[in-house]
């Protein structure tokens, strides 16, 4: 399970690397994982549109069994 979800990070990181961010898995259960979003992605104003509609769609089509995903600080 950690290899997809990396796998689906990997799909994703390029973009938010082109911005100045980067994302971190931290944790995962079968149903949620928990990331953290790191440098420009921080105090990004549409970071939360970020996680929801690229980072946890992007992991969704890899496990689609996770419910939801969840950024820590």
């Given at each position: 399970?950690?290899?997809?979800?990396?796998?689906?990070?990997?799909?994703?990181?390029p973009?938010?690397?082109?911005?100045?961010?980067?994302?971190?898995?931290?944790?995962?259960?079968e149903?949620?994982?928990?990331?953290?979003?790191l440098?420009?992605?921080?105090?990004?104003?549409?970071?939360?549109?970020?996680?929801?509609?690229g980072?946890e769609m992007?992991?969704?089509?890899?496990?689609p069994?996770?419910?939801k995903?969840t950024s820590?600080?």
């Open positions: 399970m950690k290899e997809k979800i990396e796998k689906a990070l990997d799909e994703i990181r973009f938010l690397q082109s911005d100045g961010g980067n994302i971190e898995l931290i944790s995962f259960t149903k949620e994982v928990k990331v953290r979003l440098g420009n992605c921080i105090s990004c104003t549409v970071n939360q549109m970020t996680l929801k509609n980072v992007t992991i969704k089509k890899h496990l069994e996770i419910e995903v820590v600080e």
